[in-house]
C-alpha cells in the first residue's frame, strides 16, 4: 500500500510529555500537511511542508508546538509539554504539488493522541 | 470564523434514493472545493472535487454542484447504498494561496437498507 503512513495510530501521553507524531507521505508526494481534529469538529489545518522547508505555519499554535520534514525521512509532528487539550486525531496528508493542479490532499489515517 | 459551513450534522436516506449533502462557504476567494468521505477511526477519502470555473463535476454516482452567487454546494449521490453510510466533509482551498484546505464540520450520512 503506497498510501500516506503514520505512527504511531495511538499515543498515550501524560501531561508534561513530549509527543511526537510521523507521516511519510505517498510515494512521489514531496508536500505534506498537517491537520487536527477535535471531537465533533472538522479537520483544521496546522502546516504545510515541503522538504526541509515550512511554507505555511498559520494554524500552528505559537507555542509547544513544531513540525519538520528532512531530506531524509519522514516529517514530524512534535507536541512539547503536552496538556490535555491537546488530546485530538492528528491527520497528516500529502500532494505531488503545492501550486494548483487539479490534484486533491490524500490522507493518512491519523494518530488519536489521548493526554492523561 | 467558521469559513466553511454544513449545516446539517446529520441525514439519512434509504436505500436506492438520493442523498443531497449540503455546504455554504463565505470566503470569495476560495476557487476550489472538495468532497471526502470519512469512516470512523481512518482519515478522509478524497471523493470529488470542483473548481470555480465549472458548476458541475459527475463521478459516477457522485455529482457535485457548485452555486457561486450563492456561495454553496452540494453532493447529490445517486442511488444510495448502505455502504456509503459515513461522515461527509466538504473542504475549500483558495489556490491564490498556499493550498490549505478549510473543512466543514460533516454531516453524518445514515443510508437505510
Known amino acids: 500500500n503506497a498510501g500516506v503512513m503514520q505512527n504511531p495510530r495511538h499515543l498515550v501521553r501524560r501531561r508534561g510529555q513530549e509527543a511526537r507524531l510521523r507521516c511519510s507521505p505517498m510515494k512521489g508526494h514531496s508536500h505534506v500537511y498537517w491537520y487536527r481534529q477535535l471531537p465533533e469538529e472538522g479537520l483544521k489545518f496546522m502546516v504545510y511542508l515541503q522538504k526541509e522547508n515550512i511554507i505555511d505555519e498559520s494554524g500552528m499554535p505559537k507555542e509547544r508546538f513544531s513540525a519538520e520534514f528532512p531530506k531524509e525521512g519522514p516529517s514530524i509532528l512534535r507536541i512539547q509539554q503536552v496538556v490535555r487539550g491537546d488530546s485530538a486525531a492528528y491527520f497528516c496528508?500529502?500532494?505531488?504539488?503545492?501550486?494548483?493542479?487539479?490534484?486533491?490532499?490524500?490522507f493518512g489515517d491519523g494518530t488519536r493522541l489521548s493526554i492523561l | 470564523d467558521q469559513q466553511v459551513k454544513q449545516n446539517s450534522p446529520s441525514l439519512s436516506v434509504q436505500e436506492g434514493r438520493i442523498s443531497i449533502l449540503n455546504c455554504d462557504y463565505t470566503?470569495?476567494?476560495?476557487?476550489?472545493f472538495l468532497w471526502y468521505k470519512k469512516y470512523p477511526a481512518e482519515g478522509p477519502t478524497f471523493l470529488i472535487s470542483i473548481s470555480s470555473i465549472k458548476d458541475k463535476n459527475e463521478d459516477g454516482r457522485f455529482t457535485v454542484f457548485l452555486n457561486k452567487s450563492a456561495k454553496h454546494l452540494s453532493l447529490h449521490i445517486v442511488p444510495s447504498q448502505p455502504g456509503d453510510s459515513a461522515v461527509y466533509f466538504c473542504a475549500a482551498s483558495d489556490t491564490s494561496g498556499t493550498y490549505k484546505y478549510i473543512f466543514g464540520t460533516g454531516t453524518r450520512l445514515k443510508v437505510l437498507a
Open positions: 470566503n470569495s476567494m476560495f476557487d476550489y
Open positions: 496528508a500529502s500532494s505531488p504539488s503545492g501550486t494548483y493542479s487539479n490534484q486533491p490532499q490524500h
